[in-house]
């Protein structure tokens, strides 16, 4: 008998019984553990012959398919929250992913076509945002605004005004992208406080048939 992934999620169960919105890998390991719950009562369903002492044991775990569905369908075995978890998580990504690329595609431009103006031909982080390094005597010459300049003060770090507003509404998107995380966690956290008493029940009974197919080698 295979007990991969039944690991001792009590204290998340527990948890989550009193409200508590748990954290993407408790999820996770919940979702594992309500699988391999599921494998062991269908191995033992599945052998050719019963064993009266163990009957009682098998029976007593109920299995909960939809709450393992919900955290397979939300997480990827890397702890990553996937786009299908809900539709306005996939509308977001969708969103953030439009932003990012009309923020290259305009880098790149503003690259081509004011070579003259750049003491550098790149995209330069300044203080976390995406700047362009300016001859000084050019930095009017555009809609935006300077963030500093150079310890020579040959440059100035120059972020274009439609940078600005485009991460801007990127910081935004990705804003909401978490508020959608966390209430996906929550409302998966919920279902799982649900039926926790139960879970918590089928852990107990996994513990013991650990115990009884321990001895059984050991024996």
């Not at 109920?62 to 996939?90: C, K, Q, W, Y």
């Amino acid at each position: 008998f295979s007990f991969g992934g039944i690991t001792d999620v009590s204290a998340s169960l527990s948890r989550s019984s009193k409200g508590a919105v748990l954290a993407i890998d408790e999820l996770i390991a919940v979702g594992r553990f309500i699988q391999g719950s599921d494998r062991l009562k269908k191995h033992y369903l599945g052998l050719d012959v019963r064993y009266d002492s163990l009957d009682d044991l098998f029976d007593s775990l109920v299995l909960h398919p939809d709450v393992s569905h919900s955290i397979n369908n939300a997480f990827g075995d890397n702890g990553e929250v996937l786009d299908r978890a809900s539709t306005a998580l996939m509308e977001i990504r969708q969103k953030i992913k439009g932003v990012r690329h009309n923020i290259d595609s305009r880098t790149q431009e503003f690259l081509s076509k004011n070579r003259d103006a750049l003491v550098e031909s790149v995209v330069t982080l300044h203080h976390g945002r995406q700047t362009f390094l300016l001859k000084p005597g050019d930095k009017n010459r555009f809609e935006g605004s300077v963030l500093g300049s150079s310890s020579s003060g040959q440059s100035v770090y120059f972020e274009p005004a439609f940078l600005t507003r485009l991460q801007s509404e990127l910081n935004s998107l990705l804003h909401m992208e978490m508020e959608e995380i966390d209430r996906i966690c929550a409302v998966i956290s919920m279902d799982v406080g649900k039926v926790s008493l139960q879970l918590e029940a089928n852990l107990q009974t996994c513990a013991m048939l650990d115990a009884l197919f321990a001895k059984a080698i050991w024996g």
